[in-house]
């Protein structure tokens, strides 16, 4: 038990639609990360929110956004849904800064399947 | 910059036997290394980590990898497999200093395990 969990585990949206992902973070930790994993693929880097700062993106365009809020917990929202954003959203959470271990804890994941 | 190659997607080992899983790395600047394990419809669990320390890691579940820098390789490998093991099993490098968890995985490797 990683004790990072994330809402819903799965939804269907159509295309053009938005959507909003939500992870409570592991208790203690202050960074967020989320990933997108296509089927049959690794996880893929979209952003990372330390202490309620972007704190890095990866290649992903600007409907791609995200939130920390002050409890660590973060959200994803991804506007105008395509059909390549069907993915497994992965949210994991660590102890960035000084502190930091090196070590990653993932939720489960948030299933989203765009029609 | 950095990035791994797993080399194989698949690979069937009959139980009891050898598991080798490989990976090499690229990476810019001295590196971290993790294998992860994914079981179907889940996130993705930690096996063992690389910090730059000890080149033999030893992880959970009976797993350990060596660092090899000549190589550029982070190979994972158990000596007896068992049925458990079958799942997902992801190789992931990121810059070597803590507080910088943004991870580039790999494509993965399946591993299935042969009664």
């Known amino acids: 038990e990683t004790g990072v969990t994330q809402s819903p585990t799965h939804l269907i949206k159509t295309r053009g639609q938005q959507v909003t992902l939500r992870c409570s973070s592991q208790?203690?930790?202050?960074?967020v990360s989320w990933y997108q994993q296509a089927l049959g693929q690794g996880p893929q880097f979209i952003f990372q929110?330390?202490?309620?700062?972007?704190?890095g993106r990866g290649n992903f365009p600007p409907r791609f956004s995200g939130l920390q809020f002050p409890n660590y917990s973060s959200e994803l929202n991804v506007n105008a849904l395509e059909l390549d954003d069907s993915a497994l959203y992965l949210c994991?959470?660590?102890?960035?800064?000084?502190?930091?271990?090196?070590?990653?804890?993932f939720g489960e994941g948030s299933r989203l399947t765009v029609l | 910059a950095q990035s791994v190659t797993q080399l194989g997607s698949h690979v069937s080992v009959s139980e009891g036997a050898l598991v080798l899983l490989r990976c090499n790395y690229s990476?810019?600047?001295?590196?971290?290394l993790f294998w992860y394990v994914q079981y179907p419809n889940q996130g993705l669990q930690l096996l063992l980590k690389y910090t730059s320390a000890a080149t033999l890691v030893k992880g959970i579940n009976g797993f350990e990898a060596e660092f090899k820098k000549s190589e550029t390789s982070f190979h994972l490998t158990k000596p007896s497999a068992h049925m458990s093991d079958a799942a997902e099993y992801f190789c992931?490098?990121?810059?070597?200093?803590?507080?910088?968890?943004?991870?580039?995985f790999g494509t993965g490797t399946r591993l299935t395990i042969i009664p």
């Open positions: 992931a490098v990121t810059g070597g200093y803590f507080g910088n968890e943004k991870l580039t």
């Open positions: 990476s810019s600047v001295p590196p971290y």
């Open positions: 994991a959470s660590s102890l960035g800064g000084t502190g930091g271990t090196g070590e990653l804890f």
């Open positions: 929110y330390y202490r309620e700062e972007e704190n």
């Open positions: 208790s203690g930790h202050n960074t």
